[in-house]
């Protein structure tokens, strides 16, 4: 099982990053997926999730209404559109798979994880 993070880079304070997460070895239909972050000196956090059929949606209040989670499970890939960004928003995000009943925020819930692609905002 492989998650492939992708579509961090460096951006202005205010432009946009779309991240995808790329899975191979498993049928991504049959799991919630979640992304999360990790800044530098900070614990890991939250950032969205969505269902296995992509109709119900959570986001972390930091990042609601400027991000949009999405996923093509034809293509075994999820989406995260990242606008407005911020120089907070600085982090590695990590995109996680979820098999249970979700989708969830704990991060234990996730049995699978990416590599994590690094997203830098500079202000």
């Known amino acids: 099982v492989q998650l492939q993070a992708s579509g961090g880079g460096l951006v202005q304070a205010g432009g946009s990053l779309r991240l995808s997460c790329a899975a191979s070895?498993?049928?991504?239909?049959?799991?919630?997926m979640g992304w999360f972050r990790q800044a530098p000196g900070k614990e890991r956090e939250f950032v969205a999730a969505?269902?296995?059929?992509?109709?119900?949606?959570d986001y972390a209040d930091s990042v609601r209404g400027r991000s949009t989670l999405s996923r093509d499970n034809a293509k075994n890939t999820v989406y995260l559109q990242m606008n407005s960004l911020k120089s907070e928003d600085t982090a590695v995000y990590y995109c996680a798979a979820d098999p249970s009943i979700g989708p969830n925020r704990g991060s234990k819930k996730y049995d699978y994880w990416g590599q994590g692609t690094q997203v830098t905002v500079s202000s």
């Open positions: 070895g498993l049928t991504l239909s049959r799991y919630h």
């Open positions: 969505i269902s296995r059929d992509g109709g119900i949606t």
